[in-house]
């Protein structure tokens, strides 16, 4: 009888499956259209050309199509809300799914604020009157009701908020080719802009290589639909069919946006002052282009901070089930939400955001800073899991038809992925060393969130004398029998 109502107070705090493959495919398409392709994909083409752009974001690709493909592979065998943590946990270290737990939750609830306070400044160019404070507050508030309701209605939102990025990307690229094919004005544009100047690579291979640290930040976010593995309705069904179909649309995007804005704008009239869509929808004719794209960006921001919400809040549900957070941010309510986890996280995003608003620089600006590498080390983190998830299959001779989803080129993807991690990890604070003037407070803001993932790492290890666990050891019949309840 005692074991009966235990079972029934655990599925009491479980969370709730109502996410369907639109959801889960948006959400992800969602996280990689932002800021970085409606703004800073003209600075990434005035930096290193057309060319250049094209090749540093097509290596980005590369690796994000590898760690998508190895996190298909375990959310699959393994659906559960937290993912990587948990996979880091189970299958590498303890210590590393500590590290990589509050790494990830600390980085999606800066998200939340800085998005807060970007979605209050682009209130001003229609309001300025309006304090920034009242919208950063009414934004948040959208947020949070969004994710109060149930995990449905977060993926129902994301679906209509990816829906308007993704339809002005598409018109954007229609309208891009009609541009430099002249049926708009009988006048091609053609594509003499792709060798004007030291178009189509400027700068080498240095330029190349700075817009490919740049570039990986556009992309971040696509690991959203693993995060949402543990409420979809049927994950060994909806997570490869998201997967196969969300890194080629956002691949075509990235390279179809970079390819029309490179063709009609020449590169050194591109840069972060306008957005590039703006100029190409001018150029097409199109009336109110700054105040479309003013709005839709608004779109992607909100997006941004309502995704980042979600993740946060369920990074912080999972690590509490798994014991490394206190356990009553495990709590869910009634529609199957960590009300708890998510009350946290907004507390911690509205005091980051208000130091945003009022402390302009200093404790926001090192903030920001410290987060901004952690997305790059969970994408690390991602790597090394799937990398031991499939050598300890193959070391105790699992049956693979369990595998509801095979990653390609195994072992050289998550190698391929590991590696160029590293790279952009290791070269964020490049431009900051310059023979005998390096700018260390350039430095300290790149690297601080190296220390802050290292000193969680080291604390947990020391504290519960964790190891690296043994590839014949990884337990993969609890963790079967797990999924099946």
């Known amino acids: 009888m005692e074991s009966s109502v235990e079972q029934n107070n655990e599925r009491d705090n479980e969370l709730k499956r109502g996410l369907k493959t ?7 398409i969602g996280g990689a259209i932002g800021t970085g392709i409606f703004l800073a994909l003209g600075a990434t083409i005035n930096q290193a050309g057309p060319g250049g752009a094209l090749v540093a974001y097509g290596c980005i690709g590369i690796m994000v199509y590898f760690l998508m493909t190895g996190l298909g592979e375990m959310a699959t065998y393994m659906p559960v809300s937290g993912s990587f943590g948990v996979y880091a946990t189970k299958f590498v270290d303890p210590a590393l799914g500590f590290a990589l737990g509050w790494n990830y939750w600390y980085n999606w609830a800066i998200t939340v604020a800085a998005e807060m306070v970007a979605g209050a400044l682009i209130m001003k160019y229609w309001l300025p009157g309006v ?5 950063s507050v009414c934004f948040l508030a959208v947020i949070v009701l969004l994710n109060l309701l149930s995990a449905r209605a977060y993926g129902e939102s994301e679906f209509w908020f990816a829906g308007i990025k993704v339809v002005t990307v598409i018109v954007f690229i229609l309208v891009g080719v009609a541009t430099i094919i002249g049926i708009f004005n009988g006048n091609p544009v ?9 178009a189509p690579f400027v700068g080498g291979f240095k330029s190349i290589f700075l817009v490919f640290l740049i570039a990986g930040f556009s992309f971040q976010g696509t690991e959203l639909v693993d995060i949402a593995a543990g409420e979809s309705e049927n994950p060994e069904k909806t997570i490869p069919k998201a997967i196969n179909s969300i890194f080629w649309r956002i691949l075509i995007f990235y390279i179809g946006t970079i390819f029309v804005v490179g063709a009609i704008i020449p590169y050194m009239n591109a840069g972060v002052d306008t957005s590039p869509f703006t100029l190409v929808f001018k150029k097409a004719g199109i009336a109110g282009a700054a105040s479309l794209m003013n709005a839709v960006i608004l779109t992607s921001v909100l997006s941004a901070g309502n995704s980042g919400m979600y993740a946060s809040t369920r990074m912080l549900y999972s690590m509490a089930k798994d014991k490394k957070a206190p356990a009553w941010l495990a709590k869910v309510n009634s529609r199957g939400v960590p009300v708890n986890s ?11 955001f208000l130091t945003g608003l009022y402390a302009e620089s200093t404790v926001y600006v090192w903030l920001v800073a410290a ?19 499939r ?11 369990r595998l509801k989803y095979r990653a390609k080129l195994f ?7 590991l590696v160029l991690c590293i790279i952009v990890i290791l ?12 700018d260390w407070s350039g430095v300290t803001s790149s690297y601080i969130g190296l220390p802050l993932f290292l000193g969680l790492w080291i604390w947990y290890k020391k504290k519960y004398s964790t190891k690296v666990i043994k590839l014949e050891e990884v337990d993969f019949d609890s963790i079967e029998e797990e999924v099946k309840l």
């Open 22 to 28: 639109r959801h889960l495919s948006m959400i992800a």
């Open 131 to 135: 304090p920034a404070i009242v919208w």
């Open 190 to 198: 053609g594509f003499k802009n792709f060798t004007v100047g030291e």
């Open 342 to 352: 998510l009350i946290l996280t907004t507390i911690v995003a509205s005091a980051c």
């Open 371 to 389: 987060s901004g590498l952690a997305g790059f080390v969970a994408w690390l983190g991602i790597a090394i899991c799937h990398y031991r998830f």
């Open 391 to 401: 050598k300890a299959y193959v070391a105790q001779n699992r049956d693979f038809g």
């Open 411 to 417: 072992p050289l993807g998550p190698i391929i992925a």
């Open 427 to 438: 070269g964020q604070g490049v431009t900051y060393f310059e023979a005998n003037n390096i």
